[in-house]
């Protein structure tokens, strides 16, 4: 059954400290993103990687980290830095751009500051 | 600033009556577009497509019209359906935006029985 899968569904996170979400896909595709939803802001691009060992910034990086070690993984560290943490993130991937405009997202983590 | 914008943050239809969602964008570079529906506590899933060749792309209830002189499209759900109620978000991609899709902020649909 080929899917996304994002863990945990929730994650909670103190004051200085740095949280990683999961995000695993089964469907070989070479591209995957993080994005972010705020309530009325739609979903803003984190990050995004179109091959292993490579990614690229999106619109509001700052205060996160990714790596792409695996084709199957794309995990996304909140740190400290990242005041203001508080959203819905969604991993998507896709086939290898341009071709690949169709995305697909996994359920999503909702993170808080506790 | 936005580069894909949906101004009705909210619809709301009486079941059996057509939903029709709006979109607007400002990149003459985008040439392909995509509406996504997405439940709360959910990840969005892919709906309908068009690309800027056509005007028209058509699945099921679901219509997507594309007027690329005003920068507009629109979906219509016809008969809208309670199970329609979610939020919908316009997506557009192409080299402008290096082929990324770029989201607008989403419409809730509301579908009364």
């Known amino acids: 059954d080929g899917g996304i899968t994002q863990s945990p569904k929730y994650l909670f996170r103190k004051e200085g400290q740095n949280v990683t979400l999961s995000c695993e896909q089964n469907?070989?595709?070479?591209?995957m993103y993080w994005y972010r939803q705020d309530p009325g802001q739609g979903l803003r691009l984190i990050y995004y990687?179109?091959?292993?060992?490579?990614?690229q910034k999106g619109d509001i990086a700052e205060g996160y980290s990714v790596s792409r070690e695996k084709k199957e993984s794309f995990p996304l560290t909140v740190t400290s830095a990242q005041k203001n943490p508080t959203a819905f993130y969604l991993c998507?991937?896709?086939?290898?751009?341009?071709?690949?405009?169709?995305?697909?997202f996994g359920s999503g983590t909702q993170l808080s500051v506790l | 600033d936005q580069q894909v914008k949906q101004n009705s943050p909210s619809l709301s239809v009486q079941e059996g009556r057509i939903s029709i969602l709006n979109c607007d964008y400002t990149n003459s570079m985008f040439d392909y577009f995509l509406w996504y529906k997405k439940y709360p506590a959910e990840g969005p899933t892919f709906l309908i497509s068009i690309s800027s060749i056509k005007d028209k792309n058509e699945d099921g209830r679901f219509t997507v019209f594309l007027n690329k002189s005003a920068k507009h499209l629109s979906l219509h759900i016809v008969p809208s359906q309670p199970g329609d109620s979610a939020v919908y978000f316009c997506a557009a991609s192409g080299s402008g935006g290096s082929y990324i899709p770029t989201f607008g902020r989403g419409t809730s649909l509301i579908v009364h029985p």
């Open positions: 990687s179109q091959i292993v060992n490579d990614f």
């Open positions: 469907l070989n595709h070479d591209a």
């Open positions: 998507a991937s896709g086939p290898p751009l341009p071709e690949g405009e169709k995305l697909f």
